[in-house]
Every structure is written in C-alpha cells, then in structure tokens.
C-alpha cells in the first residue's frame, strides 16, 4: 500500500500554516499535540495509523470554505472527515495534510413532514435522524451496522447501505440536497426538497465520492413513515447453494423483501454463541428475510415465502410471531461481526459485491479458497442485492497470517469481478481496495473517473491516495494514452 | 433563443467529411440530401427548425467510436438523436454539425430474468423493453407518455419518467449499466448487472445529460415483475386546493401509489370530451391514484385512500371495478395531451416540479398568471412526485400569441423555482429552457456543471447550444469569476 510522499516544503510551514488556520476558526478549534491527534490517526480499517499535520474543526459552512479556499491556495492536501468508521481507510491522514473533521456539525435544521424531509449537518449521526423523527412515526432508511456513530456526512462520502437497501436503496437513494464546499471555497447548494432535479447528477456524484471531490455542509434525506407491520422469516438449509438459490426464487417470485439476509455455517455459530438468537446449529446456511408493509400484505407474502423456501429444500422455516421474536431473529445478524471477533483473535471484512445469480458459484469457490490459503472464513451478507461481507479469520501474531488473509481477501474480490460484480458493495475503496482497482477498471474508465475529480479539485488536494493507484495530473489526462505526471505513491508506514 | 454561430471553414469542408464519414460507415447510413435529411430537421419541440450539415446512422460501437473520434479530431459538433421526440429541442440539429442517428442500434441483445435485466441497444423502444418479457410476467416500469416511440437511450439522455414513476423511479432508478462512447472515441462500460456500483456515479451523470456528455451504445435496465393486482380510484374535488391537499395527505399517510395523477377543470371537460372515460365535469380538480400490489394490499389501501379523500372533501369517489375500467380511468388521462390539442389550435407543454407541498399554493398563482397574460391554461400532472405538465393554449395565428405563451410558461417555471423546486422534471432543459439556467443555479453551480462537461467533452463538440445558456472554454473555468473566453450564441432561425 503507498501513498504519497509528504511534502517537506508544507511540513517545513506547518507553524504558519497552523496560525492561518487559527485566524479561521478560533478557540479549540485547531488541534496541533500529537497526543490530542491520536484519535483522528486511523479509522475503523486499523491497519493503518498515519498522524496528520494538523486537525481542524470548523463550525460553520463560511469556517470550512475559508479553510479550504488557504488549503487550495497554499497546495496543502486536506482529508475531511466524520466520525471515522470507515471500514476501507478512507479517512486515513496525510503526514503532510490536515484533517478537516465535521464533529462540530451535529445539528438538525429543520424537519419538514409535509415534504418528507430532514435536513440536517453532516455531523449528525445516522441513527439521529431517525431518533428526530420517530415520536411522529417515521425513520430514516439506510442503516448501516455502524448507525449509532456514523454520521450522515460520512454515509454520503461512502454511499452507505444496510440491510434494508434492496427494498430502500443506498444513501444515494434517500438522499435529496446537499450543500458542499469546493476545494476553491465556492459553495454549491445540490438537489433540495423537489424530488425531480435538473442539470448534471452532481449530487450522485458526491455520494459515494470518498471524500475527493468536496466537503459536504448540510445534508437534506428523505424520511419514510415506518411500515404498519414488521414479520421475519429464519429459514435453514443443508447447503450455501439451496439458500442461493431461495434467494433468487423469491426474488423472481417479484416478492422485494425489507431485509435479506444470509449467514454461513462458521457464522451462524459465532452468532448463537455470542447472543443465543434461537438458530438452527445444524443448517448450513441461514436466510432471514423481512417483511414489511400493511399487515395484510406481509401476512400474505410471509405464506408465499414460506412457500418457495419449502420448495427450493429449507430444512428449518420459524415465523416471528412478536415483535420481540423478530429482534431477537436480527440480534444475531447485528451482532455478527464481534461475535466472529470472539472465535478469532483478528478478522479481515471484506466487501463485494455480485450479480444474484452468482451466489451459489462464488460460495462454492470461497471455500475452495478457504482451503488453499488455511484461513477459515464466515460469511454474512446482504443477500439480496449481491453484497457479500465475507469474514476472514486470521492471528495476526502469527508470522504471515496477515499476508495471507490479505491475499485471501484480494482473491475474493477479484472473483466478483470476475463473475460481472464489483470490488465494493457499501465500505468503499479507500485505501484498502485502491491498488485493485485496475481489476476492475481500464486504463480508460480510470482515466475518465480521474478527469471528474479534476473538474471538482484540479490540484487534487482533496484526500490523495485514496480510490485510484495513481493521480494523474489534470493537464495530462487531456493527451489519452500518455502517462507522463504520475504522482508516485511511496509505501504507507504500517502499524 | 441563441444558437452557436456555424463554423463557416467545417461548412466549407463539407464534401470532405462526407467522405470520411462514407469511409467509416459505409452503404446507406450518411444522409446528405435535404429532403432526406428534413426528417431530423426538429424534435417534438417543434418551435425551432434546423437542418443539420449530414446526417450519419452507424451500426456497430466501432463506428460511434470512429465517427466521434473523427469530429473530435476535426474540431466537429455532433448532435446525438434517438427517435427525436424530446420536447426541449434537445436534439435539434446544428447547421455545421452532424445528426449522429441511433436509429439502426435497435436489437434486444439480451434477457436476464434471474438477474431481471434487459440488455439492449439505444434505439429500442421504450415499449420494446417491455414488449420483450411481457410474455414471462416482467415489464420495465418508466414508461413516458412517448413510450411507443421514444427510446431507451433517449430516456437516458432525458432521464424520462412516466405516471409511475413516485413509486417506480425515473430512468436514474431503472439504469444499471451502460456501454457508451466518448468524444474522444474511447469506448466505456459503466455499471452492469450487479445492483451496487463504485467509483464515480459516471451512470448517473450520463443519466439526464442531455447528449452534451457521450453517446450511448448500449443499456442494462432492471425489470420488474408485473404487480399481481392494480386498481384505481377516481376522486373529484370541489377546489385545485383541496385536490393538493389530499395528494399530501396521502403521501403523509405512508401510502405510496403506483400512480397519482392530477388533472384539473380544463384538462378533465377536454379529456372526457375526447374519450368518454366518464370523468366527472362538475369538480375542480380529478385525482386518478393507482394501487399496486398483492391483492390483499391493494384492497386496504384503496380503502385508506377513499378514507383520506372524504376527509379531504372530495366530493366524488369511485373505484375500478375491473380490469376494463381501470383502463378507462387512465385513458383519459393518456390522451389528456391530444384531448387540449382538439380544443386550442396550439398549446405549449411546461415542465416543472415543485416540493410537493407547495401544489396548492401553485395552483392558485397559475390561475392568476392565466388572467395576467390573458391565456388559458389547462394543467395535467404528476402529483405524488410535484411534476407538473401545464399546458398553455395559444394560437400561433393570433399576432402576439406565441410570446404570451412563452413569456406565461417562463413564469410558471419561475414560479417553481420560487418556491424551492426546479425547472424541468423529465423533459429536459434542452434548447426551451436554456435560458433560465440562470434563474435556477448561481454562476458557481453552473461553471462546476460546466468542469464536468469539460472532463468529458473538453472541445465542447457535443450538442453545443443545448441545457447551458453561454458555455465556457474549459481552460477559462480554473479561473474562476473571469468571463473571457466565452462562446457567443447567435440567434437560432425560427420557422
């Protein structure tokens, strides 16, 4: 993994730069001891640890354009920030950048139930915005497993998920304004409350943007009045590929389910272990499929499911008859993640995505790769919209163990391409995914790609060294073909 | 309404690019003849005429590839057409440019029911997705009033909707992959079956680009299963307000109908008088709102929604009884546009969207701007979604008549940018709004579209004089404020 060289001409400024950025935003606003740093060193891929220059935390959209507009000025790199849970690094510092963190931008601005909306700073939590709402009975769809702390801010850098998005889409979905500030200080207001919009998709861009193209001060998102009714089905089957293939089928049967879920074996077990849910031990794979709507429609649909997962070999078919029942089906689910933390001293989360259909096939060939590469892995995924989280298991104390895990995880993600998927479903490329992006991608399609962030950050200054394995220089990308002013990317210090 | 000046030395070359043109695509497909090429003289928007310098209908990416890169290198505009019934004169042709016709890329080239995609070339039709998986139960959900004409990849250009979109999406939602063509003749493939993507949304910006970005080769749409059930309602109200105010009152109820359609007075006597769809004529304004669904659902919520309506003060309700009258219920509604061209010798078609709550307010502005420029006005819209389709009745006949139309129509559109919406849903801005960019987006917005456009089309060859009101050279944007460099828009002859 490398990233770019610091700049010793911007370190040798760093005391200017600093009271620069003190004339901007005062008080304890700017951040300079490296023990005070410490937090903002990594984000929840803990891999890497890079302190920054500095820390700079505005509290007003004028405070961040101001910031910016020095930064751009000055040629001096800036990574925005949120709460830091990416899982994929796309918060790491810079040695020679600031990082721009948003934590002060945690209010809600207004709440418009006529219109649906809540418009809120970035810095709100996921989880705060449905809290705003839910006395009126409505939510906000997107729910990442890290909702309690992530902010909104940050769901749009990374288009988050969560387990309702087959049925509710990804934050770009949900999403209907932003306000943001270019890295030249101007401020663009994009979308807002209509939910037509005009001229180029500039707020799709932004989300799922990584933090490369702009830093986002205010956020309007669509609610959603929560459904009437709330069923979940647990059904076990005797193999990865009978469950593969249920999904498909209720799927095809036109059923869209408010959650799909599907757990491995080595899952399943991490999981009842850690919060005795109720699974079946004795099924190779477990689907928990939601639904939601008016109570007659779920009644109904939740017959139809039972149905098709009879018919494509279920050994195990439990209806949630409470509403304590069905969250006790999802605690499991929820909790899958440190419960595999409990059965290994360290695991990797990988994040990719497949076309459905695939399912049964890469399944199959990820415990092939288990095997050539001794690692076990337990699978959690978004089942219905392809979007798998295989866990692999490794101790890092173990001399290769990392490597291996790593390559494991390289291999898997080259599979979903492979299979006409993607190397990222909702964690994004950070990172983590950075140097595999030519996988995925042509010469072509990243040259592309790259011309878009010159149009936002023509210095690209904005958070260098994630999403793409080399930075061409703008004026270059004119001239196809020629690759002169590539920016080298020596490797990262590792931890 | 100006248009680029021709390019007299292209003009003067004219018999050499034929050649070249004859030379990549061979056999029929480079129309030189005035007569021939006087079918693509103007779109659906037929204020404005033009012929092109040549017309090119290539058949394979290759040749989209060749020709683009042929013009790019030429210094050559291209104005990229489906079936030309875009209703912003977005395809109109330009003098020293050449038509690019996709009319011949019209073959299904693949159908995934366990994916539910439809792979095809641009050309098809819209009705042609569906045509192709109706016999298996699946049909594609946009479906603009155009659909048996208009085609997929003009959808994409336009981001069309359709009456189902509130529920469904526009074109934006449907889109999951594309194979298009830069200016430059580089081919690229965005998205594809899989239902998450990464990188840039490069899909998204293409999706409502309006033919300023690339040329689209071929498209991957997600199709849906046909609802197992679908009923209407009509509801007549006594005032445009309380008509409003029910279309928010359902909304706020957590329903989400497959369809919701407003018609007011005008509209409603013109429609019934066309086709009899047995309309009530003594209210202000009819709702038609489809459900769609499992059975059961759908007879709740049909009950939900006539609740609502009475609340609302609807002074009429009635319910689809069969499948014979749901049709009936919608006829109307189809033919609405057709229906006010029996009563009025012309009338002109507006585009708007508004937050939703804002309908009633609207409404109510829209009927004093009619007395202010002494036009009728009868309005025909999406209300679930706040698009609105007023339709201005003028006589092209009457000195004067035309630019009341127009100058009412801006106003309207003023209106709705007024009131925090924007100016176009799903027609498009085109050549017909161009020039109220400015009203909608700051300077600053419209130079960061502009940067995007540059990082696709830095020559500004693709369908110049469309969506922007002045464009700048790419290398002037950096420098922001400075207004040198910008191309002057001569005025565009009117027939």
């Known amino acids: 993994m490398k990233m770019p060289t610091p700049d010793a001409s911007v370190l040798a400024r760093r005391a200017e730069i600093v009271n620069a950025l003190r004339a901007i935003v005062p008080g304890e606003g700017v951040i300079v001891e490296r023990d005070e740093m410490r937090v903002y060193e990594t984000d929840a891929l803990t891999a890497y640890r890079q302190l920054p220059m500095v820390v700079v935390l505005p509290t007003t959209t004028e405070q961040v354009s101001q910031v910016l507009k020095y930064c751009n000025e000055l040629g001096i790199k800036v990574v925005p920030r949120g709460a830091g849970t990416s899982l994929s690094g796309g918060a790491l510092p810079l040695a020679d950048g600031i990082i721009l963190g948003l934590g002060k931008f945690n209010k809600i601005l207004d709440i418009d139930y006529a219109n649906r909306t809540v418009t809120a700073q970035p810095g709100v939590t996921n989880l705060g915005i449905t809290t705003a709402v839910a006395h009126e009975g409505f ?75 702009g830093v ?43 959650g799909m879920e599907m757990m491995d074996k080595p899952a399943i077990h991490a999981a009842e272990e850690f919060v005795h849910a109720g699974y079946p031990l004795d099924v190779e794979a477990l689907l928990i499929v939601e639904l939601d709507g008016p109570e007659a429609e779920v009644n109904h649909l939740i017959g139809e499911v039972e149905k098709i997962a009879r018919d494509c070999g279920a050994v195990s078919v439990r209806v949630s008859e409470s509403e304590d029942e069905r969250m006790v089906f999802w605690a ?19 994040d990719g995505t497949i076309p459905r259909k695939q399912l049964p096939l890469v399944l199959n060939r990820m415990t092939e790769m288990s095997a050539k590469h001794g690692l076990r892995v337990a699978n959690v995924f978004h089942a219905g919209d392809g979007n798998l989280h295989p866990l692999i298991l490794y101790d890092a104390n173990k001399p290769g163990e990392l490597q291996a895990a790593e390559d494991f995880g390289a291999d898997i993600l080259k599979l979903c391409v492979e299979v006409g998927g993607v190397l990222t479903g909702e964690h994004g490329v950070g990172v983590e995914k950075r140097d595999l992006m030519t996988h995925q991608f042509t010469e072509i399609d990243l040259n592309q790609q790259q011309r878009l962030k010159c149009a936002f950050d023509p210095e690209g200054l904005l958070n260098p060294g994630k999403v793409f394995p080399q930075l061409h220089r703008c004026a270059e990308l004119g001239r196809m073909h020629i690759h002169r002013g590539q920016i080298p990317f020596p490797d990262l210090p590792r931890f």
């Open 139 to 213: 939510y906000y769809a997107p729910d990442p497993s890290s909702q309690i702390a992530c902010t909104i801010g940050g769901n749009i850098a990374e288009n988050s998920g969560g387990v309702h998005c087959l049925k509710y889409g990804l934050t770009t979905n949900n999403v209907l304004g932003i306000e943001m500030v270019l890295m030249n200080g101007d401020i663009v207001r994009l979308g807002g409350k209509h939910l037509d919009a005009e001229g180029y998709d500039l707020l799709g861009i932004m989300t799922g943007s990584e933090g490369l193209l």
């Open 332 to 350: 499991g689910r929820k909790a899958a993640f440190p419960a595999v933390g409990r059965i290994s001293p360290d695991y990797l989360c990988m």
């Open 216 to 258: 986002v001060t205010e956020v309007t998102v669509r609610i959603l009045r929560k459904p009437e009714t709330l069923r979940a089905v647990l059904i076990g089957f005797p193999s990865s590929e009978t469950g593969g293939n249920c999904v498909a089928a209720i799927i095809a049967a036109g059923i869209i389910p408010g």
